[in-house]
């Protein structure tokens, strides 16, 4: 399995020294969107990281099934989106069982 990374240029650009091969750098919303549906149609993907803010701005559809995507599961750093998933959260989703209890 991959990680994934979909975001604008100072987002990705860390994730992209690190090593990490599939960097989606994208300029506007509409990018964003064709990005993630990319990704999410991409079988070898295991992760998606992605700005909060950036998941915010999607279409209520496409938001809607980034939060409950298993695999790939969808990692969301940054910015100021209260209702998002923490990453215990989505590891729990993922796995089925909280590993920090």
């Known amino acids: 399995m991959e990680l994934a990374v979909i975001g604008k240029s100072d987002f990705v650009t860390g994730f992209r020294l690190a090593g990490i091969r599939k960097v989606y750098e994208t300029a506007d919303t509409a990018a964003i969107e064709s990005a993630v ?16 803010d950036d998941i915010g701005n999607l279409p209520e559809i496409l938001r ?19 209702g998002s998933m923490s990453l215990r959260a989505k590891i729990k989703q993922a796995v089925g069982v909280d590993l920090w209890k």
């Not at 809607?64 to 209260?82: F, H, I, M, R």
């Open 64 to 82: 809607k099934d980034l939060n409950e995507s298993v695999q790939p599961t969808v990692v969301a750093l940054g910015g100021s989106g209260a």
């Open 37 to 52: 549906k990319s990704v999410l149609e991409d079988k070898s993907v295991g992760i998606i990281v992605m700005h909060n």
